[in-house]
């Protein structure tokens, strides 16, 4: 039998050593690293499920609206809308369908005899503030700023854009999501000859779509702009450089001869592309800042263009309106308004016939600017998406 100081000198040390400590630090820092991608990966493809969902919604949307009227929901309601003069604000594509969208209520209370960006001073007041300063989570891609930021505070923003078309270059307003017929892209008072953007209106058809549904866009997304005015932004700056407009070096005019549309268009697409990284931003206040409010020459707000590929920068056309754009700071016609997310390597696309595809960055630009077309006779491989 162990005597009482032979048992009490027998017993181990229980506790750990540094080393021991070490090694269990450094391995669970090990798994959090090899997990951590994991989580953020699977958090991101639910974000762009979600986001997909939304496109879905307002795709099946703008159809039921088309079978109802008849055509596609018009960019926006100008001319038949007349914008304030202290605004110059129509009401966007987005409230034409949100009878469609579940929305029927928010829809009846919408004053369409009134602007939708109200003042004090405007007809009306505020009257419809109740309506433009509510945010719908259909209207944002939960990969991008959520509820968190409003460009244009307290006007709600929204992150789905109306397919405009393909590059103003070969033909302008070629999307399912355009103008209606007005002045301001049909006549130039500087060149009363020639109309500044030759082409058809809206609103579109189903049977003017002869490209086919499954190969026509009909929406896609944007990241929101900046909520802070004169932010220095640079085209350096990979984060928020395709939330603002740059202007373009030396622009692409439209050519007076259709068979020069492809050159020209291309010429645009590498002047953006292209910009000094020093460039810096001509508009930052602009990108999906009002869900309710739109206009044909101001594209970035309720529209987008497949003129540049996906997630390059915004740029405003130097050349267009016969050279003096100073006034499209919100990209004109013949600009590039590219759709832009925070989705890796693409963007999310819904076509004429409720479908929503992934476009990669790195699609051929030829296919790009063939899928905003409605009736360009381009011949579409999906598998080069």
């Not at 050519?255 to 931003?281: F, H, T, W, Y």
Request: glycine content about 8%.
């Amino acid at each position: 039998m162990r005597s009482r100081n032979e048992s009490k000198h027998c017993r181990w040390n229980q506790a750990f050593t540094l080393i021991e400590v070490l090694v269990v630090v450094s391995i669970i820092g090990a798994l959090v690293a090899l997990l951590l991608p994991a989580i953020q990966g699977a958090r991101e493809a639910a974000r762009r499920a979600q986001c997909t969902n939304n496109m879905r919604q307002l795709a099946l949307a703008a159809h039921n609206y088309e079978s109802t009227v008849g055509v596609f929901p018009a960019q926006s309601m100008f001319p038949g809308q007349p914008p304030h003069p202290k605004t110059g604000w129509s009401t966007s594509w987005i409230v034409s369908v949100l009878q469609f969208a579940e929305q029927k209520s928010l829809f009846d209370a919408y004053n369409f005899s009134l602007e939708p960006v109200s003042t004090v001073s405007a007809p009306g007041g505020r009257a419809n503030s109740t309506v433009t300063c509510l945010q719908l989570s259909l209207l944002l891609c939960p990969s991008d700023y959520g509820d968190n930021v409003r460009p244009r505070a307290p006007y709600a923003p929204t992150n789905y854009m109306g397919n405009y078309g393909g590059p103003g270059q070969i033909a302008v307003t070629d999307g399912l999501i355009i103008p209606l017929p007005s002045r301001l892209l049909d006549k130039n008072p500087n060149v009363p000859d020639r109309p500044p953007y030759p082409g058809t209106r809206g609103p579109v058809r189903p049977s003017h779509i002869r490209d086919g549904m499954s190969n026509t866009a009909l929406l896609s997304e944007r990241v929101l702009g900046l909520s802070m005015r004169g932010l220095d932004v640079r085209r350096s700056d990979t984060i928020d450089a395709k939330r603002v407009v740059f202007s373009t070096v030396r622009g692409s005019a439209i050519p007076s001869d259709s068979k020069e549309g492809l050159a020209a268009a291309q010429r645009l697409v590498n002047d953006c592309v292209n910009l000094p990284g020093e460039a810096k931003a001509s508009a930052v206040v602009v990108n999906g800042q009002m869900w309710a409010a739109a206009f044909p020459l101001h594209l970035v707000v309720s529209s987008y263009t497949h003129t540049g590929p996906p997630n390059s920068v915004s740029c405003r056309n130097t050349q267009e309106w016969n050279g003096d754009d100073s006034w499209l700071i919100y990209v004109g016609p013949s600009g590039s308004a590219p759709p832009s997310s925070n989705h890796r390597g693409g963007v999310n696309v819904a076509f004429a016939d409720g479908s929503v595809r992934f476009v990669k960055d790195s699609v051929n630009i030829k296919t790009w600017w063939a899928l905003g077309s409605r009736a360009g006779g381009e011949v579409v491989n999906m598998d080069d998406l």
